[in-house]
């Protein structure tokens, strides 16, 4: 059988971002458990902010049927979103606007979303650990009628949940990491 493949969407375009490092830890993380891990930027899918009138004009972006085809190649996806505000950042929300609107010949408005097992994860630098903004995309996800893991990573202090060796470095997120990663194969084996 072919490996399992999980794409990997970090939710910040920053240089230095908590949310693309912890991305990168999930992902290795995945790829020592055997799937075939692709990690993107949001960068390489430039989208304008959504616009009724620009899709009903223009039709929806290249870079939204790119990030959509790229989400279809794929039985697993884990979105790591930073917290903005108490919910997900525009540039998430952005993203998945657009990719919801997106209608291929050969599947309903919609389908990428509800075909594949989706994670999620969160870093911010207080205590909370992103845990609002993971609120917010599970409900978002919800409203796409993606099926979202039921265990979800929060990691607080951020800044300083890491070893000299770039590890995590508390029992308690390698616990909540590996169970992340265990149930997103679990349920990404079961969509194939
Ligand atoms: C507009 C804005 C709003 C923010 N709101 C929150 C918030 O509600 N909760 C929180 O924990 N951090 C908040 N932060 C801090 C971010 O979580 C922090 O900058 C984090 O490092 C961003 O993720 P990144 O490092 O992956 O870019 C906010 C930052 C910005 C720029």
Redesign the pocket.
Known sequence: MSALKILVI?????T???????AATIAAELAVAGADVTRISLADFPLPIYDGDLQAKSGVPKPAINLKRMMSAHQGVLI?T??????V?ALLKNAIDWVSRVHELHEARGQVFRDRAFAIAA????R???T??LAALRLILSACQAPVIPGQLALSF??EAYDDMDRLKHPADIEALKALVRQLIDFSQRMM
């Not at 970090?10 to 920053?14: D, H, K």
């Not at 930073?82 to 919910?87: K, T, V, Y």
């Open positions: 970090p939710g910040s375009l920053r230095g971002s908590l949310n693309a490092r912890l790591v930073p917290e903005h505000n108490s919910s950042p870093a911010s630098g207080n909370l650990g992103g609002r903004a951020a800044n």
